[in-house]
């Protein structure tokens, strides 16, 4: 989730009027919380919040790392530039162990 998610969160309550959120760790049922400016505000038709187990969720390396030096872009300044490029994948290996929010 990600700030704007988290203030509204921080407010709700369950039956008993304690809060969901406790703030002297930031977790909610126990679970930690993580904010990221990347998750879309509470809004209709978007996904705010993910929950789960974060550890079935893999991040594969499908191509190394290279890098390529580019002297002479920079040649008239007398500087060396660099370029790196490594290609990624992710997938979750277990759907079920993360849980999405769908605001209608």
């Known amino acids: 989730m990600n700030d704007n998610t988290a203030l509204t969160l921080r407010t709700l309550k369950d039956k008993d ?32 919040v993910a929950f789960g187990d974060l550890s079935y969720f893999w991040i594969l390396e499908r191509q190394p790392l290279s890098v390529k030096i580019l002297t002479e872009l920079y040649s008239r300044e007398n500087l060396t530039g ?7 994948n992710g997938r979750l290996i277990r759907p079920e162990a993360v849980q999405l929010l769908s605001i209608k």
């Open 82 to 88: 660099y370029a790196a490029y490594e290609r990624i």
């Open 17 to 48: 009027g304690n809060y969901l959120w406790r703030q002297s760790d930031d977790t909610i049922h126990s679970r930690p919380v993580v904010i990221s400016p990347y998750m879309p505000d509470i809004a209709a038709g978007s996904i705010p």
